[in-house]
């Protein structure tokens, strides 16, 4: 990968991080909570047009499972309190960090097809159920 692709890869990434267009860096990616506008409303970039399917969740449980749910694990009191109060304690915490980290994992998915140049249409061609 050369210098000016990774340099691409990183700005896109880091664009869609924060929601924003990954071609212009202006534009909202989302029109609501995870739904993607068909298009950039500043540089009209067709947005619908790269596939994050199960990424985003994918990597959002990754994060999560690793940042947050084993360290928490580490914790002596995790064990020790009794499950009626330690379920409310940790899962309400841990389901506004993953619904707040979701967002922002799709948006660096989308970002990152954008600079891999990989779209719908390509889904096609790496189907392993496609019938010839
Ligand atoms: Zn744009």
Redesign the pocket.
């Known amino acids: 990968m050369s210098t000016a692709s990774r340099n691409t890869l990183f700005q896109a990434l880091s664009r869609g991080l924060r929601g924003r267009?990954p071609?212009?860096?202006?534009?909202h990616i989302f029109y609501r909570y995870l739904k993607v506008s068909p298009e950039?409303s500043?540089?009209?970039?067709d947005l619908d047009r790269y596939p994050s399917d199960d990424g985003p969740a994918y990597f959002t449980i990754l994060l999560v499972g690793h940042l947050f749910v084993a360290p928490l694990l580490l914790f002596p009191f995790i064990w020790k309190t009794p499950i009626w109060f330690i379920l409310p304690v940790t899962l309400i915490p841990l389901t506004a960090v993953t619904l707040a980290m979701l967002p922002r994992t799709k948006g660096a998915v989308i970002g990152a097809l954008y600079a891999l140049k990989v779209s719908r249409e390509d889904a096609a061609l790496h189907t392993a159920d496609r019938l010839d």
Do not use: I, R
């Open positions: 267009c071609h212009c860096g202006t534009g950039c500043v540089c009209h970039l």
